[in-house]
């Protein structure tokens, strides 16, 4: 059975640009949850769906960064325009009904130089 | 604003010994507490979870939760050298849906 699949793994890019990340969750899991750890800050959620509709947006930094879940099977992080204190590791967690249980995907590292 | 504490570290124990994680929260709502192992570069890994006060034995792995002190501790027991991680502890809120982070404690175990 196949974890939380995100993509790419790496990114790099250039300040100004725009950088799109992708989750695939757990099939079956109805709970979302796109998430950045920095060493300074750690772990801090940033949004979070249920059954593809959008939560809790609170911990998005700003206007520059915006999420969407088409469907079930797919969820996006965009953030237009870059800039380097974006630089972090991004990651997507899901869970099933109910449950706190929380899975991590393998995670986006991101630069932005 | 929910809190999660955890001492950065590193704590560091011989291979062996039993290695004493702690963290304190701050929602006395909270229902649900889990520790997760991130090892460096990785993904967090979920190890553990306990809902009620008292100890929760998984093979070397012990949780400990008393909620009247808003304190949660994880024991391993017999440490590896593969053990060495960053331990994240994380309490869920009443609702079950979100979880809030501690930073994480660095353990080292040394052959």
């Known amino acids: 059975d196949a974890g939380v699949i995100q993509s790419p793994r790496h990114e790099v890019t250039e300040m100004g640009q725009e950088v799109t990340l992708r989750c695939k969750p757990i099939?079956?899991?109805?709970?979302l949850f796109w998430y950045r750890q920095t060493m300074m800050r750690g772990l801090e959620l940033l949004i979070y769906?249920?059954?593809?509709?959008?939560?809790?947006d609170s911990g998005m930094p700003e206007d520059r960064f915006s999420a969407k879940m088409p469907n079930a099977s797919f969820s996006t992080l965009k953030i237009q325009p870059s800039e380097p204190r974006d630089s972090a590791v991004y990651f997507c967690a899901t869970s099933g009904r109910g449950y706190n249980e929380q899975f991590f995907g393998p995670g986006t590292r991101l630069t932005v130089l | 604003q929910k809190e999660v504490e955890q001492n950065s570290g590193p704590l560091s124990v011989p291979e062996g010994a039993i290695a004493s994680l702690n963290c304190t929260y701050s929602?006395?709502?909270?229902?649900?507490f889990f520790w997760y192992r991130q090892y460096s570069g990785k993904s967090p890994e979920l190890i553990m979870f306990i809902y009620s006060n008292g100890d929760k034995e998984d093979g070397r792995f012990t949780a400990q939760l008393n909620k009247a002190s808003q304190y949660v501790s994880l024991l391993i027991r017999d440490s590896q050298p593969s053990d060495s991680a960053t331990y994240l502890c994380a309490v869920g809120d009443s609702g079950y849906s979100t979880l809030t982070f501690g930073k994480g404690t660095m353990l080292l175990v040394s052959p």
């Open positions: 099939s079956g899991h109805d709970y």
């Open positions: 929602d006395r709502g909270s229902q649900s």
């Open positions: 769906f249920n059954n593809n509709v959008p939560i809790d």
